[in-house]
């Protein structure tokens, strides 16, 4: 048996925890540069704000009812989510992440009530960590993803035990809603009578072999109630790390960008120490705002092989910036800039280069220092001079809520 735990509007209930005078309003999270709507409340979504929709054009809906707007708290949202996975880890001794608001966990060889079971995690997650969520149960994945679905309007918790459960959530899910049908493949079932999760198990083989690949297969195997989607519960290196901001403004000043380009380095650098990892291609873009009405649209990337594989701040950094004074043009107004480093292998096989020497050792040395002293005393605490410290060029942030668990001056406090 597979659980799958999913929080309820993972951004929104973070900004919840904290402040309680929420609950019960419409809310909704905001993108990068407080763009577009990425998180709603329950009492957003029934007043008819969408998701992925423009701020600026629902400002009358907004202020008609007094919705309340956040911009995205990443730090704070990311700590929660840990202490949510953490938590889960009490349950089960294999545990997936699978986003940073939902978890697979197997429950092989855990004989209870499956539903109280449920129930058990579910209150266990609102008392220790204030997350509101959803458990779905069954004996696989794409089931658990149904299961999970359909707690949401069920109390919160929803297993799938025997067969008659199993045709009932399947008769109740469109065939949109099915794990691993995407909308091309929705608008292909459909033309064909396929209007449900029952009905698309009713396919034969051969059909979805032809139309849908192996992977279909699989899907419908799964939905039939039989194994197919393995736990995976050790995190896959990727295998391109990439660190892209838009400006808070345009801008068209070179050392701005410059200290743009160098902090996305940085972070590229810093990622792929975290999953112990190098690499040996950087590639940098910029482009100015393909929406502009008054400017053509530019864009242009460079990519910069490292003389040899690296995760060293310094070197990485260099890399992007050489790049980046080859392909920046004076005059224009940038919209973006982001840093992307590819060919990434495992730190522990690095092929040196016979005609460029460099103090590997020396190197590494110092990313753990500067890695040790981020960690406890706060981000950019220490960091690379051609950074800067302008921060022109830094998100739009005008309706950030505080660090409640990242920093130390933004926690509550609590007046008896």
């Known amino acids: 048996m597979f659980a799958l735990v999913d929080c309820n509007n993972f951004y929104v209930s973070c900004e919840r925890i904290?402040?309680?005078?929420?609950?019960?309003?419409?809310?909704?999270?905001?993108?990068?540069?407080?763009g577009c709507i990425i998180s709603r409340s329950n009492e957003a979504k029934a007043i008819g704000l969408k998701m992925g929709e423009p701020i600026f054009k629902r400002k009358d809906l907004i202020e008609e009812h007094n919705v309340k707007v956040y911009s995205s708290n990443y730090a704070l949202y990311g700590d929660i989510s840990h202490r949510v996975m953490n938590t889960l880890n009490n349950f089960s001794p294999m545990v997936e992440i699978y986003s940073i608001d939902e978890a697979f966990l197997e429950l092989s060889g855990i004989n209870v009530d499956y539903t109280k079971y449920g129930e058990t995690i579910r209150l266990k997650i609102q008392r220790d960590v204030g997350m509101p969520i959803g458990v779905g149960i069954a004996s696989t994945k794409s089931l658990a993803k149904i299961a999970n679905?359909?707690?949401?309007?069920?109390?919160?918790?929803?297993?799938?035990?025997?067969?008659?459960?199993?045709?009932?959530?399947?008769?109740?899910?469109?065939?949109?809603?099915?794990?691993?049908?995407?909308?091309?493949?929705?608008?292909?079932?459909?033309?064909?009578?396929?209007?449900?999760?029952?009905?698309?198990?009713?396919?034969?083989?051969?059909?979805?072999?032809?139309?849908?690949?192996?992977?279909?297969?699989?899907?419908k195997e799964e939905l039939m109630g039989k194994p197919c989607i393995a736990l995976e519960t050790v995190m896959q290196p990727k295998k391109s790390i990439a660190t892209t901001r838009a400006f808070g403004k345009k801008l068209s000043d070179f050392g701005a960008i410059k200290e743009s380009v160098s902090s996305h380095a940085v972070s590229c650098a810093c990622k792929l120490r975290r999953q112990k990892s190098v690499a040996r291609f950087v590639?940098?873009?910029?482009?100015?705002?393909?929406?502009?009405?008054?400017?053509?649209?530019?864009s242009r990337s460079i990519t910069v092989t490292l003389p040899i594989d690296s995760n060293s701040d310094m070197l990485i950094a260099k890399a992007a910036l050489a790049g980046f004074s080859k392909i920046f043009t004076p005059n224009l107004l940038y919209k973006k800039a982001g840093v992307i480093v590819t060919q990434i292998s495992s730190a522990n096989a690095?092929?040196?280069?016979?005609?460029?020497?460099?103090?590997?050792?020396?190197?590494?040395?110092?990313?753990?220092?500067?890695?040790?002293?981020?960690?406890?005393?706060?981000?950019?605490?220490?960091?690379?001079?051609?950074?800067?410290?302008?921060?022109?060029?830094?998100?739009?942030?005008?309706?950030?809520?505080?660090?409640?668990?990242?920093?130390?001056?933004?926690?509550?406090c609590v007046n008896s």
């Open 283 to 298: 590639t940098v873009f910029i482009h100015t705002d393909p929406f502009s009405e008054t400017q053509k649209y530019v």
């Open 149 to 219: 679905k359909i707690a949401k309007k069920h109390r919160g918790v929803f297993a799938i035990e025997t067969e008659n459960q199993r045709l009932w959530a399947l008769a109740n899910t469109p065939v949109e809603d099915i794990w691993g049908v995407g909308r091309r493949y929705a608008v292909l079932l459909k033309k064909h009578g396929v209007n449900t999760a029952l009905d698309f198990t009713k396919l034969s083989t051969d059909w979805i072999r032809k139309n849908m690949t192996v992977q279909g297969h699989r899907l």
């Open 18 to 34: 904290f402040n309680p005078s929420l609950e019960g309003k419409p809310v909704v999270v905001l993108s990068n540069n407080d």
């Open 350 to 412: 690095i092929q040196q280069n016979l005609f460029e020497q460099h103090n590997t050792d020396r190197l590494n040395a110092v990313s753990q220092v500067t890695d040790f002293l981020n960690a406890r005393y706060g981000q950019k605490t220490v960091k690379l001079a051609v950074q800067g410290s302008s921060g022109e060029w830094k998100l739009k942030q005008e309706k950030l809520s505080p660090g409640y668990t990242t920093r130390w001056n933004e926690i509550l």
